[in-house]
C-alpha cells in the first residue's frame, strides 16, 4: 500500500460497516414483513442526526425514499432485476441517481480499504449476484477485463460440453 494515499481508509471502513450493518443485518422475524411505521421513524431520526448534510444529500435521500414502492425494499437496500443488491449509501462518492452503491462494491471497498473506481468491476465467482461474500468477489480493473474473463470462461465451459 503507498504511503499516504489511503488516509481516509479508517474512516472510510467505518462508513461502510455502518451501512452493511444498517442495510444487510435485521431480525429475522422482520423478513419478508414490510417496513414499519417504527422502522420508517428510526430511519427518519436517523437522517436527522446526519451533520452537515447538504441539499444534494438530502435531494439523493428523499429520492432514495421512494424505493419504498419497490416491492424489494428492505429499508436501505434492494435487490435490482438482475439480481444485484444494492444499499443506499447518500453520501458514498459513486452513487447512482437514487443513492444506491451495488453492495459488491461496497464489500470490495471495505476489503480493499478504499474506494473503487467507477471502472472497476467486481465479478461473482460463483456467478450468484446476490452472494456478496469476499471470497465470491474478484476485482477486475474494467469492464473490457471482466467481459473477456466471462467469455473465457463460457469458452471452457462449451469444451467442456465437446469431450
Ligand atoms: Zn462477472
Redesign the pocket.
Known sequence: MAKGVYKKTEEHKRNISEALKKAGIKPPSRKGIPISEETRKKMSEAAKERKKMSDETKRKMSEARTGEKNHNWKGGQFTCSQGYVYILMPEHPNINKRGYVKKARLVMEQHLGRYLKPEE?P??KN?IKDDDRIENLRL?PSKAK?TG??QHLKKLNLQKEVT
Request: no cysteine.
Open positions: 468491476i465479478h461473482h456467478e477486475f471482466h474473463f466471462h
